[in-house]
């Protein structure tokens, strides 16, 4: 599924462009004049997604961990359940950055 244009435009040129997802989501576009990078925020399904592999990353370390004390080892479990909150927490943090950049004006974060 291809992005539709948006208004992404840069500050310096006012020039327009397709922006590219990044890896995590974020919509993101190179300058092809002055090279700025803007970045825009997740849209609300990728933001809905994030918050539900947190939820899922806290119930396996609240709800599941007690149960496996004695099956597997304790610690692999309770290190993958924190490092996946911790880099889905940062994607989080970012896109309220960005939002919050923004400030309903419209403009976007300046990398």
């Known amino acids: 599924m291809s992005l539709s244009k948006i208004d992404a435009v840069c500050k310096k040129c006012n020039l327009k462009a397709m922006p590219k997802k990044s890896y995590l989501g974020f919509q993101e576009f190179v ?56 880099i889905f927490a940062s994607v989080l943090v970012r896109d309220w950055n960005i939002r919050k950049a923004m400030g309903g004006r419209g403009q976007p974060e300046k990398k």
């Open 31 to 86: 300058c092809p004049s002055c090279g700025g990078e803007i970045a825009y925020p997740l849209t609300s399904n990728y933001r809905a997604f994030y918050w539900g592999l947190i939820i899922m990353s806290v119930i396996i370390w609240i709800f599941i961990f007690p149960h496996l004390k004695h099956k597997i080892d304790p610690m692999r479990t309770v290190f993958s359940a924190v490092i996946g909150f911790v």
